[in-house]
């Protein structure tokens, strides 16, 4: 089954940024989709970004314009570039690869945004 690890996550103030990094234990290319998710507390789990896998993207309302979805030439890579950092995106942020036999999650990674 894939592996799925997440990385960049931390403490930042408002207006900062970071990028998360999400490696998986083999290739992309045949994927699906690659997405990532966050959950808040008290919250639901809820899409962030995502990049099929003929590249397009697609973003949630709240994060357009300031967040970045990209894939690496070596195929087993994700990054979620996140700029002008707001407090509301406070939250566990989530991998997901979606492929033709399912789902697989990382283990979360911790965004901090306060000041």
């Known amino acids: 089954q894939e592996q799925l690890v997440e990385s960049g996550g931390g403490l930042v103030q408002p207006g900062e940024s970071l990028r998360l990094s999400c490696a998986a234990s083999?290739?992309?290319?045949?994927?699906?989709?690659m997405a990532w998710y966050r959950q808040a507390p008290g919250k639901q789990r809820e899409m962030v970004a995502s990049?099929?896998?003929?590249?397009?993207?697609n973003y949630a309302d709240s994060v357009k314009g300031r967040f970045t979805i990209s894939r690496d030439k070596t195929g087993n890579r994700v990054y979620l570039q996140m700029n002008s950092l707001k407090p509301e995106d406070t939250a566990v942020y989530y991998c997901?690869?979606?492929?033709?036999?399912?789902?697989?999650w990382g283990q979360g990674t911790q965004v901090t945004v306060s000041s």
């Open positions: 997901k690869e979606t492929t033709a036999w399912g789902d697989s």
């Open positions: 083999t290739s992309i290319f045949a994927a699906k989709a």
């Open positions: 990049i099929a896998g003929g590249g397009i993207t």
